[in-house]
C-alpha cells in the first residue's frame, strides 16, 4: 500500500511504502530507482503494529520503479497508487508526474 502526503521539502511528495502486518517475513527491501538505482534496496522496518513501512521523501515530475524483496523472493504491488512497468512487468511505477507538491 502507498501513503502520499504533503512534504517539508519544496516540490516533494512523502511517500510511505507499507506491506501488511500480515505478511511473515525477516527482512523486507524496498528495490528499484526509487531507493536510487534499480539494484539499490533500502531495508524496512517491522513497526509495533507489525506492518512493515518505509518513508521516502521524494521529487514531484517522475515515476519510479519498485519492487520488494520478501525473505529472497520478490513481491510485485499491484493498486490504485501504482501501475505495471511496460518494460520490465515484474517492477510496479509510481508515477508522481503530475503530482501536485
Known amino acids: 500500500m502507498i501513503h502520499k502526503r504533503r512534504s517539508a521539502h519544496p516540490n516533494h511528495i512523502r511517500v510511505t511504502f507499507e ?7 525477516n527482512q523486507v527491501y524496498l528495490t528499484g530507482d526509487v531507493v536510487g538505482a534499480p539494484r539499490a534496496k533500502v531495508p524496512m522496518q517491522q513497526e509495533r503494529d507489525g506492518a512493515w513501512r518505509l518513508t521516502l521523501d521524494l521529487p ?26 511496460n518494460v520490465d512487468p515484474n517492477f510496479s511505477v509510481l508515477d508522481l508526474a503530475n503530482q501536485p507538491a
Open 19 to 25: 506491506l501488511p502486518d500480515s505478511l511473515w517475513a
Open 60 to 85: 514531484t515530475g517522475n515515476q519510479y520503479r519498485y519492487r520488494y524483496q520478501i525473505d529472497q523472493r520478490w513481491y510485485t504491488e499491484w493498486n490504485g497508487s501504482t501501475t505495471q512497468d
